[in-house]
């Protein structure tokens, strides 16, 4: 890419901030975080979907936000990452509950 007096990068960096705003703004909170994690352990088995809303009232998963991503960690394991909106859930970090 050749730049030319500075338009390319100018509009290369316009992008790269509009991205970053996007991403912020569409950042999942703590409470989707626990809505997709119960919703995905519902479908899977209904009674886990129960338990798990039982275990996040007492002890809720600790929610990070990293502005652009946030993410999730349930008894010192990764349960979820959230990232423009998606949160991704990992059951594996509830196996034994």
Do not use: C, W
Request: proline letters at 3%.
């Amino acid at each position: 890419m050749k730049f030319q007096d500075g338009k390319s990068m100018a509009l290369v960096i316009i992008i790269i901030l509009v991205a970053a705003i996007l991403l912020s703004v569409t950042n999942p909170v703590k409470e989707a975080h626990i809505n997709k994690i119960v919703n995905k352990l519902e479908y899977d088995n209904a009674l886990g979907g129960v338990l798990a809303r039982g275990v996040f009232t007492i002890t809720p998963p600790d929610y990070h936000d990293l502005g652009l991503i946030s993410y999730t960690r349930f008894d010192n394991r990764l349960s979820s990452i959230g990232v423009a909106g998606y949160v991704y859930v990992n059951k594996n970090a509830f196996t034994g509950y």
